[in-house]
């Protein structure tokens, strides 16, 4: 395991990279994923909302996105006007040339992490190495 030059947080090795949220930045705005892991397959970035922060609207011209709350409460508010309450857990999927904000209307923090990307679904490719089976099993 080697750690990155540009950020010494972030820990690699022989085709992976990993890092904690908060190894990438620090208070309220973007966390840069996808440069800080070296993501070349899609654009993803995180956001850090304090509370009462809204991002103003956008869209884009090619680029699919799909959001996920990983913390807290926000409200994502769409070109036609309707809105979602997106708790913990909560995934919306938006379409390229579809206005969207959002919000965070609660009282902590909210996290969102945001994935974007162009020209399909690859398929299933997953394969298992030889000699292995695959399973899912518990650990102790």
């Excluded at 972030?10 to 705005?29: E, K, N």
Aim: some cysteine; charged content about 25%; proline content about 6%.
């Amino acid at each position: 395991m080697a750690t990155s030059a540009e950020n010494p947080a972030v820990r690699t090795g022989d085709g992976w990279a990993a890092a904690h949220l908060d190894d990438m930045g620090a208070g309220p705005g973007f966390r840069k994923v996808r440069p800080a892991l070296g993501v070349t397959a899609f654009g993803i970035n995180a956001i850090v909302f304090p509370p009462g922060i809204e991002a103003g609207p956008h869209y884009h011209d090619q680029q699919e996105e799909l959001y996920f709350v990983h913390r807290g409460t926000i409200e994502m508010e769409f070109g036609d006007g309707s809105t979602e309450e997106l708790t913990e857990g909560s995934f919306a999927r938006v379409d390229a040339p579809t206005v969207r904000r959002l919000r965070n209307r609660g009282e902590v923090d909210a996290v969102c992490v945001i994935v974007g990307g162009k020209d399909g679904y690859v398929g299933r490719d997953g394969h298992v190495p030889p000699g292995e089976e695959q399973r899912v099993r518990q650990v102790t």
